[in-house]
């Protein structure tokens, strides 16, 4: 069966930093795609930052020149690196991945910045 666990959340100072983990575990399908998602209390769920097969990346206006979306050492592990954090990226952070182009997401992970 297999797990997706995000990992690394917090709370964090205006201007702080923070470094999400998401790692899947319980298959041996290759891992395609990733994707981060946030939602914040009251709001609808969006992308944050998208990983494809070939290293092409893609962020959300908000974040761009902030936040960093990696493939970590580990295999099957997918990283965001956050820097420059602000009281408006409070929220609930969801990984989501592609095993085989199965789509699989985490629980989230909760982030919290104070001003």
């Known amino acids: 069966q297999v797990q997706v666990a995000e990992s690394g959340g917090g709370l964090v100072q205006a201007g702080g930093s923070l470094r999400l983990s998401c790692a899947a575990s319980?298959?041996?399908?290759?891992?395609?795609?990733a994707a981060w998602y946030r939602q914040a209390p009251g709001k609808e769920r969006e992308l944050v930052a998208s990983?494809?097969?070939?290293?092409?990346?893609n962020y959300a206006d908000f974040v761009k020149g902030r936040f960093t979306i990696s493939r970590g050492n580990a295999k099957k592990t997918v990283v965001l690196q956050m820097d420059n954090l602000e009281p408006e990226d409070t929220a609930v952070y969801y990984c989501?991945?592609?095993?085989?182009?199965?789509?699989?997401w985490g629980q989230g992970t909760q982030v919290t910045v104070s001003a």
């Open positions: 989501k991945i592609w095993l085989n182009w199965t789509e699989y």
């Open positions: 319980g298959s041996d399908r290759i891992l395609n795609n």
């Open positions: 990983l494809m097969v070939g290293s092409s990346k």
